[in-house]
């Protein structure tokens, strides 16, 4: 034993004890006024919601449809929605339960309408003599709704959408229908002869499609399918540039870029274009360096460096007309405005928009060639403030130490591990945190190795760890992290979280007008143990969240995630057969109320089952089968089988998710007391057709 090591009066230890605990108990700091401004300052909502969330006086989190133009009677209260979702239908409620993603196409609106006056403010103060034209990566949200909005906002800008794939081109094309004719559909991907035939079929129906070559043979393909159509293509070359994004989003940028052609086969592919005679087809010239471009300055040496391939293209004949700028518009997920993180960037749309117009028209006016159309892929930037996905935290681990009255097991203790103990308490009578630690430490790795051995029993075990949490959080030494279990599969709705340890904005949707005090992190309902948030913006690796109101720790305590409209649908997998939540649209009504104008259900569990190659509808009846071997009719009490049918019926039809506070399925009666199984299978938009006996 060091010599730190000692043993006292057991007598003058516990009286000490005692008394140090009291008065740890007394010194705990007193509650200070909170109010949702705090809130607002502690979750930094003011720096990265802004201009489209806020803390109303009630501490609820606001939504402000229209951005820094939206009134306050206009702002939708968030907590009222979630009410609004999962109240039920006989209170005028939707009946639905959480997981639950809220978009606001409001948002969407504005974002686009922002994004194109940010150019259009740039074109005007620059005096360039074209003007901004954008797309819509499909890739970023592929939601029918979601296209459709922003075909239909962007309809007087001559917004245009972009494909990466035949499916993705086919919803483009579809979608584009109600578009402005003008609008550009830049067809972007590897590309087969099936792919470069719809491109060049669409241009038949009248729509501004774009080939944009990622490798030098797709211009064979596109030059003898073009022929057999005798369509006339419009071709775009997407460039290698050398200027290299560093960041986590930039492994696509510089010369080993996986997208792209080098100067080399630019100048190949438009010699081949002249020597077929199509080099007046050759009219875009696109790059991308990479999502979240940090900085205006790394985004002026690209821009820069693409001007300047599109004026030679210029001088070798190509009738170019377009430059193409692809992704890289960030958003600040954490509110530091910083060009040094993955997490932010450190301009807004007004600087990127100024950026981009003043490199290409510095570029083009030294080589005396006409201003281009700007074009420009920015999807995270228009749909990550639409969308926000609301969960519900289930219960919390350690929030309390149970007292399970099993202190007197450790008066069997001998040996070192007896000594470790009477230390620690002296310790933490004396208030020596640096050797209460110690003694800790060495307390508990005593008596695990005399587990192991056999010689001491789980009830030591345990008394063990309560005394030592005890006597910790009297002193202010413990570990105050708890774990917060969430309703939620973080590979189905937050699978950036998951793959690439990005960190979205979570924050409590209510209670904001009262003060966090518990740190927490969050687990969720897969089996697995990366399904975890315990990383949050700004490098905290908690984050601050309320006591369960809840006598039982059990539901009621909502958090959203802010910021995630783009990607994590898509991505998102099926863990554990976890399927998509519940989506709701909500936008703005007159007066101070806002509407539901479209709810799309999460998937059942039967159809979950369907998309990994099961048959619920054949399952159903083998353990409808099943039950009629094993189970009779109700006798003595005992759930009859036409109850369990009912119950398996119920459970292929429910989410997969949890239900908080709900009763057992399996022995649900109507008021008369007899199960209705047509009415739990038979609901709203039912496709299923067998029936329960």
Known sequence: MPALACFVDTEFVSRDFTNNINVAIENVETPQLWSPSHSASLYKIDRWGAPYFSVNSAGNIAVRPHGSETLTHQEIDLMKVVNKVLGSKTMGGLGLHLPLIVRFPDVLKNRLESLQSAFDSAIHSQGYESHYQGVYPVKCNQDGFIVEDVVKFGYPFRFGLEAGSKPELLLAMS??????????????????????????????????????????????????????????????????????????FGSTSGEKGKFGLTTIEILSVAKKLKQAGMLDCLQLLHFHIGSQIPSTSLLSDAVGEAAQIYCELVRLGAAMRVIDVGGGLGIDYEGSQSAYSDNSVGYGLREYASAVVQAIRQACDQKFVRHPVICSESGRALVSHHSILIFEALSAVGLETPDLGLHYFLDELTGDARSDYLNLTAAASRGDHEAFSFYVNQFKQCCIEKFKEGSLGLEHLAAADSVCELVAKAMGASDSVRTYHVNLSIFTSVPDSWGIGQQFPIVP??????????????????????????????????????????????????????????????????????????????????????????????LSCGEVLKLMQHEPELMFKELKHRVEEHCGLDIEGQIDSSSIVTGLAHSFMNMPYLVTGSVCEISHCNEDGRHNDAAIIGGDNEQWTYCCA
Do not use: W
């Open 175 to 248: 979608s584009l229908c109600k578009g402005n004719p003008e609008a550009l559909l830049v067809c972007n991907g590897y590309k087969d002869v099936e792919y470069i035939s719809l491109v060049l079929v669409g241009r038949k129906l009248g729509f501004n499609t774009v080939i944009v070559l990622e490798q030098e043979e797709e211009l064979d393909l596109v030059i003898d399918v073009s022929r057999r159509l005798d369509v006339s293509p419009v071709v775009g070359l997407r460039a290698k540039l050398r200027t290299k994004h560093e960041g986590h």
């Open 509 to 602: 949707i209510h209670r904001l007008d009262q003060q966090p005090r518990v740190k927490g992190i969050l687990s969720d309902l897969t089996c697995d143990s990366d399904g975890k948030i315990d990383k949050f913006i700004n490098g905290e690796s908690s984050l601050l969240l309320h006591e369960f109101e809840s006598k039982d720790n059990f539901g009621g305590y909502y958090l959203g995630m802010f910021l995630g409209g783009a990607y994590q649908e898509a991505l998102g997998g099926l863990h554990n057969l976890f399927g998509r939540p519940n989506v709701v649209r909500v936008s703005h009504s007159d007066g101070h109320s806002f509407s539901v104008t479209k709810m799309v259900p999460g």
